[in-house]
């Protein structure tokens, strides 16, 4: 008895010591099977966190606001095309951590309120919960912020609403813009913020305790889209300052202004300049970190005027209060186009010259024709006739050769011949009759008379008045009766001088 006691003791114990190591090597088989599918769940994880390309990004904004070219600097585009309309481009984004990369895309709608109708082809049902959208506004113009940037969230709103969206994914899409106000955290924690890990956890493990409540004021207006406002050409303000004499007052009161803006909108804050380079590096890996989850380890900053940058959730009430301390001439109540006025326009000064208008040829052609008619009808007075008429002669009476009307030629000696000593007897009979040529008609007499005493008479008419005779044909007579009385002086001479020889 004792012996079978002993016996069936061992038995159960041995039976004890093989479930035992059995259920060990379950455990083992277990273990091994769990550490497979941990690895085939990482790997699986790993493959489909890549990089999405079915991402894009909306640029809305006046034009001459700089849509283009900040664009193009987000590119490394040196020099950028402008278009018209509706554009496209792409920027590529590139994931260190897992030696991903995609291209963005990225459309920019033309400033001219007519475009507005090309909007659903960058924005549409498609693409709804892929889209962010950017606003920009140019420190050049700042007292246009306030209609601009509510046109564009009139025009933004409008169309969302004119879209065929289900209702849920609506709702799905506000309230995940409002989980990332909620969840907002500084930068800093002790893991590495660009971890697919961290990045995993932020993006879908996020636990609805932890959530913080919305700051006062913030997301009034909730369109379920990603919106950041980009204020271009700050490097302007010194210009501001200089011929506008902005102060730091302006500066602070258009910070407050916008900022509030942003809060009611739920929307990100960005000052950038692309001639100074200044912040635009820091909005191509902010629009990554929204888009694609990559790491952004840039907490924002307000200390210096012209590169303001304020991630969505970080604003608050309280935080944009602190400018009113250094407000004293402005108050943060008054209206935003009271302070920031539109200046006097000036008139632009071209250094162009003034552009001549031609004028029509046939127009030209009969206003000459006009002033010619005028002039051969018109009779200009004479000088010649003006020095007569002033020495005393009478201005309408006959002329006689020799009165003071008109200078008459010389009378030619008698004695000066062809053959006379000089040789310019010729010259001088030449000269001689065409002075004393008359006008040729009935009553006129032959042509080439001369007066009784050698001179010329004064060409007349048919009923005895003075012919018309021209300037030209005066200023010819005149060069004329100079060189003959020339000539007669030069033969006199030598007449003297041949008699005193004798």
């Known amino acids: ?36 599918s941990a690895i085939l769940n990482e790997v699986q994880t790993q493959g489909s966190t890549k990089l999405p390309s079915n991402k894009s990004v909306l640029v809305l904004g006046d034009n001459a606001t700089g849509k283009t070219t900040l664009i193009a600097k987000l590119q490394g585009v040196e020099d950028p095309k402008k278009g018209s309309g509706l554009e496209y481009a792409y920027i590529d984004v590139k994931d260190e951590y897992r030696d991903d990369m995609t291209r963005l895309s990225v459309w920019v709608l033309d400033g001219d ?9 960058a924005l549409n ?26 046109q564009w969230i009139k025009v933004l709103a409008q169309h969302i609403e004119s879209l065929q969206l289900d209702p849920k994914e609506k709702e799905a899409a506000r309230q995940r813009l409002a989980t990332t106000w909620q969840s907002y955290c500084e930068v800093g924690d002790d893991l590495d913020p660009g971890s697919p890990v961290k990045r995993t956890m932020h993006n879908n493990s996020i636990d609805e305790d932890d959530l913080l409540p919305l700051t006062e004021d913030a997301l009034i207006t909730n369109l379920g889209l990603d ?13 501001l300052e200089k011929e506008y004499e902005y102060r730091d007052e302006h500066f602070d009161f258009i910070q407050q202004w916008i900022r509030n803006f942003c809060l009611r909108h739920g929307t ?25 989850g990559l790491p952004f380890r840039t907490p924002a900053l307000v200390v210096e005027k012209d590169a303001v940058l304020i991630p969505a ?3 608050s009430l309280k935080k944009i209060s602190i400018l009113y301390e250094n407000m004293h001439a402005v108050k943060a109540e008054n209206h935003y186009t009271d302070i ?57 009476g006959p002329r006689t050769p020799g009165s003071a009307g008109q200078s008459s030629p010389k009378k030619i000696d008698p004695k000066l011949t062809p053959a006379t000593p000089g040789g310019e007897g010729v010259l001088a009979n030449f000269f001689n009759s065409l002075l004393h040529k008359k006008s040729g008609g009935p009553a006129g007499g032959p042509a080439g008379a001369a007066s009784p005493g050698g001179g010329m008479g004064t060409p007349r008419t048919s009923n005895g ?38």
């Open 1 to 36: 008895m004792a012996l079978d006691s002993v016996t069936q003791t061992m038995t159960g114990s041995n039976a004890l010591t093989s479930s035992f190591t059995t259920k060990k090597k379950d455990a083992a088989a277990a273990d091994k099977e769990n550490l497979w």
């Open 113 to 121: 309120p007519g475009h507005t109708n090309l909007l659903h082809y």
């Open 125 to 150: 049902e498609t693409n709804y919960a892929h889209t962010l959208v950017i606003l920009t506004v140019s420190m050049t113009q700042p007292w246009g912020w306030l209609e601009q940037l509510n």
């Open 227 to 239: 919106i950041v406002v980009v204020v271009t050409k700050t490097d302007y303000m010194s210009t």
């Open 268 to 292: 990100s804050l960005f000052y950038t300049s692309v001639k100074e380079d200044k912040n635009c590096d820091l909005l191509y890996k902010y629009l990554t970190h929204r888009i694609y």
């Open 313 to 315: 959730g970080w604003d």
């Open 340 to 396: 920031i006025k539109a200046p006097p326009t000036r008139k632009a000064v071209s250094n162009r010259e003034t552009e001549v208008q031609t004028e029509d040829e046939q127009a030209f052609l009969a206003r000459q024709q006009e002033i010619l008619k005028q002039g051969g009808q018109v009779r200009g007075e004479s000088p010649l006739r003006s020095q007569g008429a002033s020495s005393g002669g009478n201005k309408t």
């Open 465 to 502: 008045t003075d012919s018309l005779m021209t300037a030209e044909k005066l200023a010819v007579r005149s060069d004329a009766a100079a060189e003959l009385d020339r000539l007669a002086r030069s033969v006199k001479k030598d007449i003297d001088l041949s008699q005193s020889e004798c």
